[in-house]
């Protein structure tokens, strides 16, 4: 029997048991009024012959019917509606997510004994603050400018992991410094330690060396060469333990490895390729400064550079100084100066082993990717380094990066830096599993990245990746954009889908852009409505008919009219769980539980000088022994040329310097005959009689017994002396010595 046949007769099997039972029904009706008939004493015979025994019998059964009918119409709906195969969706209540595993509804005065997670809604309720969060990984936030997206999402996840049990790391990108102001010292009460990278005031800023994952990393391979013990069949060194010697050389090989690597990270996001179509350029010059670098650090694992010249200082002063048309210095470092095996002559020979029309295009390319690296606030920031971002999971951190919307050559700073630190996280879980800490690959703590502004921020090298690896290595990113096609016109459809659906958990606060709001309205999916309609015609009496549709759960217009006068609302889609319509109340009314310790104080670090001299290293300091030649022979001439001077020289030279002295020293008496006209006559009899190195202190000293204005006169000439005349006689003084 096929599927035909079976509901066919399952049809018919339903109709005849409809027959039966309406035919018990009558029979029942007609056996009741019988009944009732007989209370008049007549018999069945007489009652079966009485005409309004019938007629009773007919209007019961049709008062039924009728009855039956009417209720079949108004439940039609309901049938037509269960009775189909159509979606319907419906918001997940809060009640229901109190009984899910993967949720957590808690009062935030309890948040420090629960697990930290994803904040989806955090409502004042009363004299409470009812939090929902999710376990789910990674989150991406649409609320375009003045939706409420920081006061509605951004504060509330930062307060809420802060105040949570496990204490997770924190990285948060704070253009205006305000998330600092508000949260930085509840965190720090909290027990986490606070780090600002300023690029917006980069010399009062913490320093951060990017080129310290390549030295940390150099410190490994020298130590494995150098301190590599051998005990009880095992080897040590770098903080690990080795069955064999060649799992040290292996250790070895992989710490070289991860050099190449972080070095490209570096090079390829402060130097991206942008012209899509005719890229050789770029990346020809891209690649000569990405074979610097590695040359500096194959240099430094040899001791030919100190660990403090590894900095972004010396890529710029070398390359910018060298990278002319007479490339020999360069040739010299980057090729003459390698070992066989060297990748640094791969990376650069396309451009120093070219025709010299071809050598000025890529030679252009490199200077104008130097030109960011011009900027002296970024070199001073980049000079050392300050923050520990390897050790991330062994205590709480918040870092806050604040990034000046103003100064878009600094963003890719921001890039680099957030892509390191994941890189370094990513490796300290490896570690961790490495040492027995942990069962798996795995931080310790977890930490989250909450990136405001993310598609504003320069692209990131393999986003897809890092949210792809970042799953299971305890490291959570929040994405918080203006609208999906931020993130197509960044990365593209595919890698934008990727980032997509990689991230689990999806809140709508508010998007200028159409097509954001029709995908997130599909993404909520739709639920089943109620259709009724009537047919008229005038063959035909009137009939109507009720079925089922279907709707957006919420519509495209709503989502537009979402978050207008009143900020709060939400829309949230978790990945395995209808959608729910959570509130966020804003921040700003809820000052006391959210920042309770108050603001932090603006007050900036004491700034740090950059002193170039103390950090400089020089290619041409190390090719070879011709030049330390050369500069021998300058000298030795140099010294020969000074031993034939003879004593008429040196008389004139003395003589013009005495000259000089005596000019000098009219002028200053110039200044004082000037200046005392306004003194009264003790005061002026002392000045006269001081030596020249004590009138100006004297001078100084007697402003109090003055007005404003001579005062003002007086601290002039004594500023002229000072800072002018009195150096200049030093200077005659001392060359006259000489």
């Not at 210095?329 to 640094?344: C, H, M, P, T, W």
């Not at 890189?423 to 798996?440: D, F, M, S, Y």
């Not at 692209?459 to 096609?485: D, H």
Request: hydrophobic share 35%; aromatic share 8%.
């Amino acid at each position: 029997m096929n599927r035909k046949d079976i509901t066919r007769h399952k049809k018919r099997k339903k109709n005849k048991l409809k027959l039966l039972f309406w035919g018990i029904l009558f029979a029942f009706v007609a056996v009741l009024v019988m009944y009732l008939f007989s209370l008049g004493g007549k018999s069945i015979g007489e009652i079966l012959s009485y005409k309004n025994y019938w007629l009773s019998v007919g209007v019961a059964n049709g008062l039924i019917l009728i009855g039956y009918l009417m209720m079949y119409r108004v439940d039609a709906q309901n049938i037509a509606l269960n009775e189909n195969d159509l979606e319907d969706t419906e918001w997940l209540s809060v009640k229901r997510l109190k009984k899910l595993k993967e949720f957590q509804v808690y009062d935030y005065k309890s948040a420090e004994q629960k697990t930290d997670g994803i904040v989806i809604g955090a409502e004042k309720k009363g004299g409470s603050v009812e939090v929902i969060t999710t376990s789910q990984l990674h989150a991406l936030i649409v609320g375009t400018t003045g939706s409420g997206k920081t006061t509605g999402f951004v504060e509330q996840n930062i307060a809420v992991l802060g105040k949570s049990k496990g204490k997770p790391s924190i990285v948060i990108s704070d253009p205006k410094k305000e998330l600092y102001e508000k949260h930085a010292r509840t965190l720090e009460k909290e027990g986490y330690k606070i780090s600002v990278l300023d690029l917006r005031e980069p010399y009062s800023s913490e320093r951060w060396n990017p080129m310290n994952v390549l030295l940390r990393r150099i410190r490994l391979v020298k130590d494995l060469e150098n301190n590599l013990q051998q005990k009880d069949g095992k080897y040590y060194g770098a903080g690990e333990v080795f069955l064999s010697y060649r799992d040290a050389r292996t250790r070895m090989q992989e710490l070289k490895d991860e050099i190449y690597e972080n070095a490209q990270d570096l090079v390829y996001t402060l130097c991206p390729v942008q012209n899509r179509d005719q890229p050789t350029w770029e990346q020809g010059a891209r690649n000569l400064i990405f074979g610097f670098v590695l040359a500096m650090c194959e240099d430094c694992i040899k001791g030919k550079i100190d660990e403090s010249q590894l900095v972004l200082f010396n890529v710029y002063h070398n390359i910018t100084k060298y990278c002319s048309e007479d490339t020999t210095a360069l040739r010299n470092y980057l090729i003459e100066g390698r070992d066989e095996f060297s990748k640094v002559r791969g990376l650069v020979n396309t451009v120093l082993i070219t025709s010299d029309k071809t050598l000025t295009s890529y030679l252009s390319e490199v200077n104008s990717y130097m030109q960011q690296l011009s900027d002296d606030g970024i070199m001073s920031m980049t000079s050392e380094n300050d923050l520990d971002v390897v050790n991330m999971d062994e205590s709480p951190n918040a870092v806050f990066i604040i990034v000046p919307d103003e100064r878009f050559t600094r963003h890719r700073f921001v890039t680099l830096f957030i892509t390191q630190m994941y890189k370094e996280l990513v490796e300290k879980a490896n570690l961790n599993l490495r040492r027995n800490q942990t069962e798996t690959a795995i931080l310790k703590r977890n930490t989250y990245f909450v990136l405001d502004e993310f598609a504003n921020l320069p692209k990131f090298e393999n986003i897809e990746g890092m949210v792809t690896v970042a799953r299971s290595r305890g490291i959570r990113f929040l994405f918080v954009l203006q609208s999906y096609s931020q993130l197509t016109a960044k990365y593209g459809r595919d890698v934008g889908d990727i980032i997509k659906t990689n991230c689990n958990v999806k809140i709508f606060i508010g998007s200028d852009d159409s097509e954001t709001r029709k995908e997130f309205s599909e993404l909520c999916g739709q639920k089943k409505i109620k259709q009724f309609s009537v047919n008229t015609n005038a063959d035909n009496p009137a009939s109507s008919n009720t079925g089922a549709t279907l709707q957006p759960l919420i519509s495209v217009g709503m989502l537009e009219r979402l978050n207008g006068d009143e900020k709060g609302d939400a829309i949230v889609s978790v990945r395995g769980y209808e959608p729910i319509w959570t509130v966020f109340t804003p921040s700003y009314e809820l000052k006391k539980v959210y920042f309770p310790e108050g603001k932090a104080a603006i007050g900036k670090r004491e700034a740090v000088l950059f002193e170039k001299e103390n950090y400089v290293f020089d290619i041409t300091g190390d090719v070879g022994q011709k030049i330390e030649d050369k500069l021998s022979e300058l000298i030795e001439e140099q010294e020969a040329e000074e031993a034939r001077a003879d004593e008429n020289d040196k008389a004139k030279r003395v003589a013009k310097l005495t000259k000089q002295w005596d000019d000098v020293e009219a002028e200053l008496q110039r200044v004082v005959d000037n200046i005392c006209v306004y003194l009264d006559g003790k005061d002026e009899k002392a000045v006269r009689q001081a030596a020249y190195e004590h009138k100006v202190r004297l001078l100084l000293a007697i402003t109090e017994h003055y007005n404003r204005s001579i005062a003002n006169e007086i601290r002039v000439a004594a500023d002229k002396i000072q800072l002018e005349l009195l150096p200049r006689m030093k200077e005659y003084q001392e060359q006259a010595t000489k």
